[in-house]
């Protein structure tokens, strides 16, 4: 069975940091490597949107992500993560695992893990 656990959400002032990890098991994932690992995230009333993406090929950042987050991978870990600087109340959403092979014609989702930020 397939699985992306995220974690590391929560409650955070204005100016402070979060880091997020998503963990991926299951058979699809023996080859984890090459999987394009991302971070999306969806506000209430708002359309899912991507964070950042990383893969073999580098890393792709959002516009409002550049300089604040850094996503990185442990492939012997099977494991992406998301660390979120300078965190804004707009940066308030749910925030989405997504691991995706085109080559395997797969893309999964995990069932996302909360960020709040006060202002």
């Known amino acids: 069975q397939v699985q992306l656990v995220e974690s590391g959400g929560g409650l955070v002032q204005a100016g402070g940091s979060l880091r997020l990890s998503c963990a991926a098991s299951?058979?699809?994932?023996?080859?984890?490597?090459?999987?394009?690992m991302g971070w999306y995230r969806q506000a209430p009333e708002k359309q899912r949107e991507l964070v950042a993406a990383v893969s073999s090929g580098g890393t792709n950042y959002a516009e409002f992500a550049k300089g604040r987050f850094t996503i990185s991978r442990d492939n012997a870990k099977n494991t992406v993560y998301l660390q979120m600087n300078s965190l804004k109340p707009e940066d308030t959403a749910v925030y989405y695992c997504n691991a995706h092979s085109t080559f395997r014609s797969v893309n999964y989702w995990g069932q996302g893990t909360q960020v709040t930020v006060s202002s």
């Open positions: 299951g058979r699809s994932f023996s080859t984890f490597g090459t999987f394009v």
